[in-house]
T-cell receptor, first 114, second 119 residues
């Protein structure tokens, strides 16, 4: 049962344009969401997070939007740069449990073309 | 400020063997989680250690075991290796907040991983 889904395996955008990566989840108990970026042969790097009490969080070129009613979040990267080319993972966790274990999606490969 | 470190980087084993992977958390962090990432998949939670105890385990068999040391570093052990254990093993650390027994904060920081190949 895939509780966190990233339905687009890949995305290609032009340098300077906006990249929009999408993520859907099924478990309404999730209340904290994170985006990680991963280059080959490296571990995931934390990018940005959002709590379920917010619907938007912004950090520089990165903005995450959360739509709780649709169980959907998205990561916007503006403007996109060639160095942003990587696999992006969406992850979710729930408070109230014993730990903050993360449930990951399968990732979206972003290619930013110069 | 040292981030999360893992060793070794790569490892090749044969079926039936045992392996030990090591992790040192980010400075100031005392909680360590382990994840397995198979090819084309997202990382899957194996277990988490806090105060030298396993706090929660994911859907992994008992062949997977771990340990946390007083300095917060951790080991992941896998016995009786199967071909399907070939994967990238990731360690993540986070800072526990609040009083003793409190849950960890939600942001986990990952190490570079150990690539395990089982032949």
């Amino acid at each position: 049962d895939q509780q966190v889904k990233q339905n687009s395996p890949s995305l290609s955008v032009q340098e300077g344009r906006i990249s929009i990566l999408n993520c859907d989840y099924t478990n309404s108990m999730f209340d904290y969401f994170l985006w990680y970026k991963k280059y080959p042969a490296e571990g995931p790097t934390f990018l940005i997070s959002i709590s379920s009490i917010k619907d938007k969080n912004e950090d520089g070129r990165f903005t995450v939007f959360l739509n709780k009613s649709a169980k959907h979040l998205s990561l916007h990267i503006v403007p996109s740069q060639p160095g942003d080319s990587a696999v992006y993972f969406c992850a979710a966790s729930m408070s109230g449990g014993a730990t903050n274990k993360l449930i990951f999606g399968t990732g979206t490969l972003l290619a930013v073309q110069p | 400020d040292a981030g999360v470190t893992q060793s070794p980087t790569h490892l090749i084993k044969t079926r039936g063997q045992q392996v030990t992977l090591r992790c040192s958390p980010k400075s100031g962090h005392d909680t360590v989680s382990w994840y397995q990432q198979a090819l084309g998949q997202g990382p899957q939670f194996i277990f988490q250690y806090y105060e030298e105890e396993e706090r929660q385990r994911g859907n992994f068999p008992d062949r997977f075991s771990g340990h946390q040391f007083p300095n917060y570093s951790s080991e992941l052990n896998v016995n009786a290796l199967l071909l399907g254990d070939s994967a990238l093993y990731l360690c993540a650390s986070s800072e526990a907040y609040g009083l003793a027994g409190a849950r960890s904060t939600d942001t986990q920081y990952f190490g570079p991983g150990t690539r395990l190949t089982v032949l």
